[in-house]
């Protein structure tokens, strides 16, 4: 099964890139990314079971803690593209992440859940409790998403780094773009997903 | 079925290689060596498990630690009850599965448990070694397994295997013979020794040297063997395979009769296992092999060739590596391992790298941790034999 999200990242990787996928899960992407793109590929997970998988898979991943630092590892520009996939939300220093993957490549790509989605302001506002559904799934209590954000608030957030936006997509929850989300992105994406690199 | 598959042995289990036979290779052009001397002729001891393929392209090497030899696996008899060191690994449907791959695994140079070392007789004298034996380095060792892999008959490894003194013969091997070797799995491994490891060798080998047995090393022609020396250095290698977790679990501070003495006998659990780990090593092992053994660990560094440049040394290796640490293993500590695993990324190689968790300190590397071998399995099953080259090398 290829997620549409997929696709969009897909279409951003130039065939042939090296590819750093931080926080890469099972590997499934960077499968995805190798098969479509002939990429080279390398993951970077914490997870035990995560990282088995990716073995198991024939991939290349470093079992690390995203949180400890990434700069350690890669050498300056020694990857194209950096993907972080639904992490950055978890992490203890989005900012630092954010900084450091513009530093090991040229392009980052990150994907997170979007607290600004209707259904999420409709919780806290109206109903007046933690955002709690499908792209949100954990209680208050007991999430690794500590820092989550809206569009508007990663925006802000690149520009303040001196990132820069080259592309970005909204999709829903089934993964999926359309028009009524590309027209008021921040209220009907669920998921963002930004292609960025930094400032000239 | 046939009664035979029913049949409880030695063996243990049908995930076991069964009854195996060393067997001996004999080189008889001369080997040099680093440290400028040359062995004249030498022979090798080693066992294999499992079948070479028509192609000729399954052949693993292990490569064994300080105390270890070339019985890595299975049982020489059916009487015997302890099987060879690294069986938990190695056997058919384990991790180094030997349904699939031919393993190989020798007796280094130096050795006592066959292979040409200071037990052997020096051909030009017709006494044994003893001290005279030349020191031996981890290159020496790798060029002498080269050796024999062209003995028999092999033009490349699909994977050469080692934990600690044996991943850096790995590290060798990628640097050394970068042709001859697809896949570098190195395990609790260091790219060089720190202070602190070269202390403790150092104590163990004056434990060794100042035992008035030892006799400068020629106690075989005075009939004796540094009895207490050679368990000291045993006891003392115990302890730093050991973390103080494990210590603390399996011993605790419980005593054997239940009550303090307020005497020097054995009155602790962990002073009656450091007693018969040290006692029981004396009887089979040579202390001239332990002091050569802990001197190769000292002397390794590829990078020293290379202006001190880890990156700059591994950069001819062509093997895809996986690099492996244990989280309480504070001889090689996980950081010592993240060295090779920066530098081989650096250096632009294909590299995966798992940090187990586990309490055991540097022996983890040779038990069964499900997570442990599950990746060891992983990285093993994805061995191309098909004899077709990988692509996307960074």
Known sequence: MIRPDWHIVEQWITPRSRVLDLGCGDGSLLSHLIERRQVSAVGLELDDDQVAACIEAGLNVIQEDLDSGISDWFAPMSFDFVIVSQTIQAMRHPERLLADMLSIAREGIVTFPNMGYWRNRVQLGLLGHMPFNRALPNPWYNTPNIHLCTLTDFETLCDELGL?????????SARRESALLRAFPNWFGEHAIYRIKRRV | MSDASHKITATGSNHSVGIVQPQHAAFTEPLALDCGRSLPSYALVYETYGQLNA???NAVLICHALSGDHHAAGFHAETERKPGWWDSAIGPGKPIDTNRFFVVCLNNLGGCKGSTGPLSIDPDTGKP????????????????????????????WAAVIGGSLGG????????????????????????????????????????????????????AEQGSIPRRGLMLARMLGHITYL??????????R?????????????????????????????????ANTYLLMTKALDYFDPAHDYGDDLVAALTPAQADFLVVSFTSDWRFAPERSREIVRALLAAGKRVSYAEIESNHGHDAFL?????????????????????SNQSGAL
Do not use: C
Not at chain 2, 180 to 195: E, N, T
Not at chain 2, 367 to 383: E, K
């Open chain 2, 243 to 252: 973390s103080d977790d494990a210590m603390r679990a399996k011993f605790g």
């Open chain 2, 367 to 387: 038990m069964t941790i499900p997570y442990y071998h599950r990746v060891l399995a992983g990285y093993m099953a994805n061995i191309d034999l098909t004899g």
């Open chain 2, 129 to 156: 070694y003893g001290p005279d034996f030349p020191i031996v380095t981890v290159r020496d060792w790798v060029n002498a397994q080269h050796h024999l892999m062209q003995h028999l008959g092999m033009a490349s």
């Open chain 1, 164 to 172: 820069e936006i080259i592309d970005r997509a909204v999709v829903d």
């Open chain 2, 55 to 57: 192609m000729g392209n």
């Open chain 2, 168 to 219: 850096m013969q790995v590290l060798q091997w990628s640097i050394s013979y970068p042709e001859a070797i697809a896949h570098a799995i190195v395990i609790a491994a260091a790219p060089k020794l720190s202070a602190q490891n070269i202390a403790f060798n150092e104590v163990a080998r004056q434990a060794i040297i100042t035992d008035p047995e030892f006799f400068g090393g020629r106690y």
């Open chain 2, 254 to 286: 419980e005593l054997r009769s239940g009550q303090v003495n307020y005497g020097f006998d054995v009155e602790f659990q962990v002073e009656s296992y450091l007693r018969y780990q040290g006692t029981s090593f004396v009887d089979r092992f040579d």
